[in-house]
């Protein structure tokens, strides 16, 4: 009886996969959330136990002229999926962001589960809809938000572009009054399956432990490769992304600890594994 992956050609999708052998894994070509009335079917044929949906909109800047197309698939499609799961008596997990927090000007210590969310983004309204939608529709269903992800599938993450320019030899900027905790993809994985293994229900927070800016996570990643590149701090106000960033959105983990009494790697571990596994497999 199988777990289904929604949104599996994607970083976590794909990571999800590869943990879990026995899932069956459903990419956009096979299930595309901007066809809901499709789904009942397209599901029913995996007799799934349990979905997992890593599928979002997740192309921040754009959503700012794209409402519509985010909130169907970061609100509507969760909803729908939601509904799906509460007939058929199943989980349903889902992945949503620290982009819920960030109007909170002011705020220099962790999230909790139980603080106020206050988008500042299209995308962090749509994704704080979907939460919702999951959550009032079941209380078997459970929530996971995380941060600034980075593993080895899908089509890129901060680390793979900060190291395409590099390689471009380009002059880098980047935002220094942002402060996050970036998330390992494998580690966010394995908490999923700890946070099912141990039955939980509701909302939780992972991310990788402690809090560094961008542009301090930028010249962590040229220091432990120990490369030269023009690299220098700049501000929200001068980069004017079309979208509003959290000043400041790093989430408490108590929960997950508590509930799973598993340890979570710092910021910096976490990426200093990934890049040697990104420059070991450049060798091969
Ligand atoms: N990436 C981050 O930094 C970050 C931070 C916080 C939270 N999150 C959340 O974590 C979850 C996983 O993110 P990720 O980094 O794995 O994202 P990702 O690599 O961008 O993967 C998202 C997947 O969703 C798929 N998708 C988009 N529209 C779809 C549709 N209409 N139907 C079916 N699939 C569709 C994409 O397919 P295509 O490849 O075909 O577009 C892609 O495979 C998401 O819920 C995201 O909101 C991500």
Not at 39 to 53: C, I, K, R, S
Not at 101 to 111: A, E, H, I, K, L
Not at 233 to 240: I, L, M, N, V
Request: net charge negative.
């Amino acid at each position: 009886m199988p777990t289904v992956i929604l949104g599996a050609g994607g970083q976590l999708g794909s990571q999800l996969a590869a943990l879990w052998p026995e899932a069956i894994p459903l990419p956009r070509s096979r299930c595309d959330l901007g066809q809901l009335e499709t789904l009942p079917g397209v599901l029913d044929e995996t007799e799934p136990t349990l979905l997992v949906n890593c599928a979002a909109y997740n192309q921040v800047d754009r959503a700012e002229v794209e409402p519509v197309a985010a909130w169907q698939i970061n609100a509507l499609a969760p909803r729908a999926l939601a509904h799906y799961c509460r007939e058929r008596q199943i989980p349903l997990v889902h992945i949503s962001t620290d982009f819920v927090f960030g109007r909170d000007s002011q705020r220099s210590t962790p999230y909790s589960e139980t603080d106020a969310p206050g988008p500042l983004s299209v995308y962090g309204t749509t994704k704080l809809a979907g939460e919702h939608f999951v959550l009032a529709a079941s209380e078997q269903n459970l929530v996971i938000r995380t941060c600034g992800l980075y593993g080895h599938g899908g089509t890129g993450n901060f680390v793979r572009t900060m190291l395409r320019l590099a390689r471009e030899n380009k002059s880098i900027k980047v935002v220094n009054d942002q402060t996050c905790a970036p998330t390992s993809i494998r580690d966010l994985a394995e908490a999923i399956d700890h946070l099912i293994a141990t039955r939980a229900t509701g909302l939780f927070h992972f991310v990788n432990s402690g809090a560094i800016t961008w542009y301090e996570f930028a010249r962590e990643i040229f220091s432990f490769l120990k490369l030269n590149v023009d690299l220098s701090p700049t501000t929200s106000r001068e980069f004017a992304a079309p979208a509003q960033r959290p000043p400041y959105s790093v989430l408490n983990c108590d929960r997950y600890h508590h509930q799973t009494e598993q340890a979570i790697r710092d910021i910096k571990s976490a990426l200093h594994e990934y890049l040697t596994e990104l420059t070991t497999r450049e060798q091969h």
